[in-house]
Each structure stands twice: as C-alpha cells, then as structure tokens.
C-alpha cells in the first residue's frame, strides 16, 4: 500500500453519517462493517486480516463516538439542516472525527510496515480530505433529500447553471498542471450563483455535480499530471463555502417568510380592528334615532 492508495474520496462515509443521523443509534453496528465493504466492494482490495480488523474497528469506533454526540439530545442537531447552526454542526465534528480516524488508520499502515514513517503527513492528510470532503458533498444532500418534502424543481436556470459547472471543470482541466489549481476558483461562480438563487438545497446539489465532475476528470487524466490532494483540498473550500452561503440564504428567505405572515397578521388584524370601529359607530348612529322615538313615543303616551 502507497500514499496514492489511499482513497481519493469516501462516499460511504457521508452515507454512513446520514443513515446514523436519520435512523438512529441502531444501526451504529453497520459503521464497523461499512469499511470493509468499502475495501471488498468499490477498491477490491483487502488487506490482511488483522490489519482490517483493526482498521474496522477503528474507524468504525471513531464514527460511532461521533455520530452519538451529533445524535444526543442536548446537543439540539437537526438533521434536516434548518439552521446554520446545524449545517456547522455537522462539518466541524466530521472535520474532527475524520482527523482522529486519519491519523489513527495511518498509523496502524505503519505499524503494520506498509507505509513509512516518513509518509504519515502526506497519507494523512489524503485520508482525511477524502473522508471530510465524502461528509460535506454526500452527506447534507442525502438529509436534504430525505428530510424535505419539497421536490426539487427542473428550472431553465438550473440547467444553465449546471452547464456553467460543467464548462467550468472543462475549462480548469484543460490547462496545464499548474493553471489548473489557480483556475479552480472559478468553480466558486456558479456554486455562488447557486447558492443566492436556490439557498441550500441548490448548493448540495451544484457540489455534488462538482465533485462526481471533479472525480471523472481525476480518473480520466494520467494521475502524476495532477496533485489530487491540492484539487480534493481546493473542492473541502469550495462545498463548505457553498454550504454556508447556501443556509444564510435560506435563513434569510425562512425569515423574509416569517415576516411577511406577520405583517399579513398585522394587517388582517387592524382590518378586523377598523371593522369593528365602524360596527361600533354605524350601531351608535342607528341608536341614536330609535332612543329619541322611543322617548319621544313615551311623551306623547
């Protein structure tokens, strides 16, 4: 096993936080098979026994401690991500939990003499950005979708702004090796412009479309012409930045909506109030001339 073995990004480790958070502490147990599915099924590669094991064990212990702290009750997390607060929630303890497992699975490789010493930085840092970058782009769009009734709708604008992303990613690797990290950033206009237009539930979608671009030109283009580590660090600040920007939105719009009833309350109340003044003044004017007849008909009397 070598530093470029290390995987490029985990999937399954967003989806294993999204069944945990939506499910329950039930299915924690499934965090500790997770893995070595993840080394059977998608890289087909297994490593000895007691390696896996223990990498298993590992991982999966790591992310259980994680997902029970999201998912304890004083802790407040919701996870359909109503607020920003939840939305760093979720990013902050991913970013610590994949630390803890990066380093520790790093670890083991060398106690076990299939990496050296000397490597702990560079493969750490590989695991980490593909374990937080799985987390952020899977992750808050499985609880979206799973946690909002609204369907999402197929708007003339979203296409475009799909194929922006898609020029976009044409455009960064098309350049040489070192034009394309200083293009990347232009990835960061449409998932802007996404994230003014369609808050949150946009931006998951524009980054995951992002990243599964991100990945085919990674797959397609000959691995030593590309520092994957820089453009999978590159794509952590770009869906966060997304993200935030995506939930302020949506928070503002939650609260240009909340407004809006209320001033609607307001205004059907101060109808209510002008009506019963004028109930209140028409039933004085008609008062009026029924008390001086009547008192005016006791006199004749």
């Known amino acids: ?31 500790f098979l997770a893995p070595l599915l993840a080394d059977l099924v998608v890289r087909q590669t297994l490593l000895s026994w007691p390696i896996e094991i223990a990498t298993t064990v590992l991982i999966g212990g790591i992310y259980a401690v994680v997902l029970a702290f999201l998912s304890w009750p004083r802790i407040g997390f919701d996870p359909a991500l109503s607020s920003l607060r939840d939305l760093m929630l979720l990013l902050l303890t991913a970013a610590v939990g994949a630390a803890l497992v990066a380093g520790g699975f790093v670890g083991v490789m060398i106690g076990a003499d299939l990496l050296r010493p000397a490597e702990f930085n560079a493969a750490a840092l590989r695991y980490w950005v593909g374990d937080v970058i799985g987390i952020a782009v899977v992750a808050p769009f499985a609880l979206i979708v799973l946690t909002r009734a ?22 960064v690797f098309e350049q040489s090796a070192r034009q394309q990290l200083q ?11 996404i994230a003014v237009r369609s808050g949150l539930e946009g931006v998951c979608i524009g980054n995951l479309i992002t990243q599964l671009g991100l ?36 928070e503002r719009q939650k ?35 029924l ?8 006199q004749a009397s």
């Open 215 to 250: 990945i085919v030109a990674i797959q397609l283009l000959p691995r030593q012409a590309l520092d994957v580590t820089a453009f999978q660090g590159l794509m952590i600040v770009l869906a966060i930045t997304g993200l935030v920007a995506g939930a302020l939105v949506t």
């Open 255 to 289: 609260t240009e909506a909340q407004l809006r009833l209320h001033q609607d309350s307001l205004a059907h109340l101060a109808r209510l109030g002008s009506m019963g003044e004028f109930a209140a003044a028409l039933a004085h004017e008609i008062n009026q001339p």
């Open 1 to 31: 096993v070598q530093t470029c073995a290390l995987p490029i990004w985990n999937p399954s480790t967003g989806l294993s936080f999204v069944l945990i958070l939506l499910f329950g502490r039930r299915f924690i147990p499934l965090l």
């Open 183 to 193: 293009l990347f950033y232009i990835l960061f206009l449409p998932i802007v412009w």
């Open 150 to 171: 609204r369907v999402i709708e197929i708007t003339l604008e979203a296409v475009l702004q799909i194929l922006v992303i898609v020029a976009a990613l044409v455009l």
């Open 291 to 298: 008390m001086a007849a009547g008192t005016y008909t006791r």
